[in-house]
């Protein structure tokens, strides 16, 4: 039998792989600081100055549709680097950097003193980067000052970006330079032929080839007190585009234009703290920047810089976050996912009929198929959320239309976790690898080193891990009360049927006495892997496991082995394979903390919601931007005075800027079903920094609310402010 490959009858052979799976991600220079600001499918990822050095291994670049169209971009003022004084990206498309001269000496004397000149960058991204260079004088004479910028292309794939090599690449050709205009392009192996198109507002004074690029300088002569500007603007084309110039101050105000439409339906947070109100707003913007329109819809990509993309499981999962605040969001992404859904078997690309994706590309590499992402479909457990997020949904919106319009889908996702999911008749949903470039583990901790025996053994394919049994049962069980509603009652017992069988399987395999907890997975040998992992905190808020064992669940996560006091980790602090630096073994994931929970607040355990509140509060407080990364390092609070960064992680990204709305829906106790025109308020639980919370056009189904949550007398109490619609509210035990 091939590598990665497993029988699909009943009775599936075990596979036991020698390797880890999945794609390599290599960059050797990880920047202290970096800019990064993205609108629709164009990203830009610099160093703080906002340049991109010539042959940089960050991986720097101005990307479209997973392309680098600009690999170089450095400025010197008479040849030297400006000094970087400070920059800043408070909203995602548009940056602002401030720089200034160093010394600038002739035949050996001082000429133009340090600091005489100011150089403001301003930057966006719409249609690829606008750049404005504002050049002012503050010396007290006239001067004359030459600002020379080189630009470049390497056109590379971002999987080649990441570390991946590739046996052969397409032809970058010579820079094509014409009075106010540069043209750098490249045909690439798919024969496709690729432009980047630069245009100044002025021709510039002298040009010379550069590194691999072009080199243009262009003359400033300054009064006292003189400001001059420069425009700048990079295009990338794929073959067949044409794009109009645009104009700096007109796209500025399109673009926050465009902003402030799509907040204006969105539910309105305020609390008395201000620094929370940041973090919201913060989170807000950043959630608008990754809902990116592509040519197949609309969606929340992954996250900047690597996951700049379409992936299943991050967007259900953001949808879902975001319910309270957006659900369009979740409405958008399930379009789009269904419109990818698998219809066939598929081995390279690990699709099966009914599948949810995982990742799709639209680079060369995924256009020469040396890459299986056209979509790429090894994910176990988009396809259960899938069935979540459109049973959340109907709970927030009552939207029946868009259950009939995916309702083939929700069916066909519900025969591939029957047919497909279970690989050996077990009644479990599992994973193996089919594509020799497939990822090896295909749940949501994706690495290949992410479930490991003692001594460092691999699982035996398939894998079982336990929260995607608590995803299946959520399905199946939300699934089945909704059909009973539609009146399907044969369709609806049996799922309900169904779902309480996965249960009573997960407590029989999964729970270990000795351990007082579940098993991270099961192996193909039916092996358990027993270690500590917050896999099993995810599956509280699926409501699987029995009271007195979530209890002990609970107690054991915010138990120091578990909890850091910046959030909880991946995995205990006593785990054979721990390490708090890793990617998924014992590293810190703000969404993960807001399911884990969304689920101990739904078995009251209210404390310990509070100790994680805290922590992952705080840590975001001490976070750039006071932005909630991707995931951090896991390292004991009580060892560093602020959480460790990632180094590589995505900042923004999606699930991370979701995770407080669920957090704060969680702490609240909201509860929605609007088919039946109810909300539910279940003892809301404000931590102490937070004195009160005014929620304004909440929206369920046709209705909208103003809540106001506040502490008296010991106690969070809330009062409704406003009501539009038949929409009641439930106090609920």
């Given amino acids: ?96 950097i401030h720089l200034s001269n160093p010394d600038i000496t002739e035949d ?30 503050y010396h007290a004479v006239p001067v004359h000052v030459r600002l020379s910028i080189a630009l470049a292309s390497d056109f590379a794939d971002i999987f080649e970006v990441r570390g991946m090599r590739r046996d052969k690449r397409g032809k970058v050709h010579r820079p094509s330079v014409r009075e106010n205009e540069v043209i750098l392009s490249y045909t690439g192996t798919d024969l496709m032929r690729r432009k980047t198109r630069i245009i100044f507002s002025r021709p510039p004074d002298e040009t010379r080839g550069g590194r691999a690029g072009v080199e243009l300088t262009f003359s400033f002569l300054l009064g006292i007190g003189e400001v001059e500007y420069l425009d700048l603007q990079v295009i990338p084309l794929e073959e067949g585009e044409e794009k109009a110039p645009a104009k700096f101050l007109e796209a500025r105000r399109e673009l926050r234009r465009s902003y402030e439409e799509w907040m204006e339906p969105t539910t309105r947070i305020a609390t008395d703290n201000n620094v929370f109100n940041l973090v919201i707003q913060r989170s807000v913007r950043d959630l608008r920047a990754l809902h990116t329109r592509t040519r197949y819809g609309d969606i929340l990509v992954g996250g900047v810089p690597w996951y700049s993309t379409p992936f299943g499981r991050d967007a259900l999962i953001a949808s879902y976050q975001t319910l309270i605040l957006k659900p369009e969001l979740a409405r958008d992404s399930l379009y789009f996912l269904a ?90 949903v599992e994973y193996s690898r089919r594509s ?44 089945g009360e909704l059909y009973l509603d539609l009146g399907q009652e044969e369709l609806g017992r049996r799922l309900l049927a169904e779902a309480e069988e996965v ?42 496991p029995s009271p007195e064992r979530a209890e002990r669940v609970i107690r054991r996560l915010v138990d120091s082995e578990m909890f850091s006091g910046w959030g909880i980790r991946t995995l205990s602090e006593r785990t054979h394979y721990y390490n708090p630096m890793s990617y998924h073994n014992g590293s810190i994931w703000p969404h993960d903390n807001a399911l884990i929970l969304r689920g101990m607040k739904r078995y009251g355990a209210d404390e310990a919601c509070l100790k994680v509140v805290e922590g992952i509060a705080t840590a975001c407080t001490r976070m750039e931007n ?10 004991r609070r009580t060892l560093y005075d602020e959480p460790v960064p990632y180094p590589v992680a995505c900042s923004p990204q999606a ?5 407080v709305f669920l957090i704060l829906q969680s702490l ?47 106690f969070t109490v809330f009062s409704v402010t406003e009501k539009e619609g038949d929409i009641r509210v439930v106090i609920e035990e």
């Fill in 1 to 96: 039998m091939e590598e990665g490959r497993v029988k699909r009858s009943r009775g599936a052979e075990a596979l036991c792989l020698e390797g880890g799976g999945g794609l390599p991600f290599i960059v050797s220079e990880v920047p202290r600081q970096s800019l990064i600001i993205k609108e629709g499918e164009y990203f830009l990822y610099t160093y703080e100055n906002g340049d991109m050095a010539h042959g940089n291994r960050a991986g720097l670049g101005l990307y479209y549709r997973d392309t680098r169209f600009l690999s170089t971009l450095e400025t010197r003022i008479e040849g030297l680097q400006p000094l970087f004084l400070s920059s800043s990206a408070e909203r995602g498309y548009i940056a602002n």
């Fill in 108 to 137: 050996g004397r001082v000429i133009v003193p340090q600091d005489a000149i100011s150089i403001r960058r301003s930057r966006l991204i719409k249609e690829g980067l606008l750049e404005r260079l504002y050049v002012r004088n």
């Fill in 339 to 428: 419109s990818f859904q698998g219809n066939e078997v598929n081995d390279w690309r690990d699709e099966e009929p009914g599948k949810i994706l995982h990742e799709i590309r639209q680079g060369e590499m995924a256009r020469m198929n040396e890459i299986p992402h056209t979509p790429y479909y090894g994910t176990v457990d988009a396809t259960p959320l899938f069935l979540i997020l459109v049973s959340e949904y109907l709970k927030w919106t009552g939207d029946m239309e868009t259950f009939f319009r995916l309702e083939d889908n929700v069916r066909a996702a519900l025969r591939w976790i029957d047919e497909y999911g279970d690989l050996d008749g077990d009644g479990l």
């Fill in 436 to 479: 020799p470039l497939g990822l090896a583990n295909q749940y949501w901790k994706d690495s290949g080193d992410s479930i490991l025996f003692p001594g460092g053994r691999l699982p035996c394919m398939p894998v079982a891990t336990v929260e995607t049994q608590g995803y299946v049962y959520y399905a199946k069980r939300r699934m």
């Fill in 503 to 544: 249960r009573r399987k997960v407590e029989d395999l999964f729970w270990d006495e000795e351990l007082g907890y579940y098993v991270l997975a099961l192996d193909g040998e039916k092996n358990p892997v027993r270690v500590i992992s917050s896999n099993a905190g995810q599956l509280l808020f699926t409501g699987l």
């Fill in 626 to 635: 006071l932005r909630l990364p991707e995931l951090f390092c896991g390292f």
């Fill in 655 to 659: 699930w991370a800027s979701g995770a």
């Fill in 668 to 714: 609240l106790g909201i509860s929605p079903d609007a088919p039946r025109g109810i909300i539910y308020v279940n003892k809301p639980c404000l931590p102490p920094w937070l004195e009160r919370v005014r929620l304004q056009n909440l929206r369920v189904g046709n209705s909208r609310l103003g809540l106001l949550f506040r502490h008296e007398n010991g």
